[in-house]
C-alpha cells in the first residue's frame, strides 16, 4: 500500500522560508514523478511543481518559479519543497503527490494528507 506523509508545514512571516518534506512508502515513489499541489480555502487545487522520476527534470508554476525549489532524494523515498521569499498568496494547505508527470491532479494517483502553509504579512 502505498503512502505520502508531508511535514514541514507551518507558520511564517511574509519573506521567509519553509521546507517541506514527502515520505513515502511503497515502490511507486521510485518509478513515478511526484508533485506538490496547494489548495486555499474557496480555491481549487493548483499545480505548484513536478520533478520526474530520476530527479533530473522539474517543473514549476509560474507564480512560484524563482523562489520554490523541488527535489527528491530517492534512498530516503523523499520528495522536498523549499520555499522561500514566502508571500501571503502562498498560504494554503500543500499536497504531494505520486504520479504520472504533469501539472492537473488527475496525473496522479497517491496523495498525501496535505500540510498547512500560513504565511503572515
Known amino acids: 500500500q502505498v503512502q505520502l506523509v508531508e511535514s514541514g508545514g507551518g507558520l511564517v512571516q511574509a519573506g521567509g522560508s519553509l521546507r517541506l518534506s514527502c515520505t513515502a512508502s511503497?515502490?511507486?515513489?521510485?518509478?513515478?514523478?511526484m508533485a506538490w499541489f496547494r489548495q486555499a480555502p474557496g480555491k481549487e487545487r493548483e499545480f505548484v511543481a513536478s520533478?520526474?522520476?530520476?530527479?533530473?527534470?522539474?517543473s514549476y508554476a509560474d507564480s512560484v518559479k524563482g523562489r520554490f525549489t523541488i527535489s527528491r532524494d530517492n534512498a530516503k523515498n523523499t520528495v522536498y519543497l523549499q520555499m522561500n521569499s514566502l508571500k501571503s498568496e502562498d498560504t494554503a494547505v500543500y499536497y504531494c503527490?505520486?504520479?504520472?508527470?504533469?501539472?492537473?491532479?488527475?496525473?496522479?494517483?497517491?496523495w498525501g494528507q496535505g500540510t498547512q502553509v500560513t504565511v503572515s504579512s
Open positions: 520533478i520526474s522520476r530520476s530527479g533530473s527534470s522539474t
Open positions: 511503497g515502490l511507486t515513489f521510485i518509478w513515478s514523478a
Open positions: 503527490a505520486s504520479g504520472l508527470s504533469g501539472r492537473t491532479p488527475g496525473q496522479y494517483a497517491y
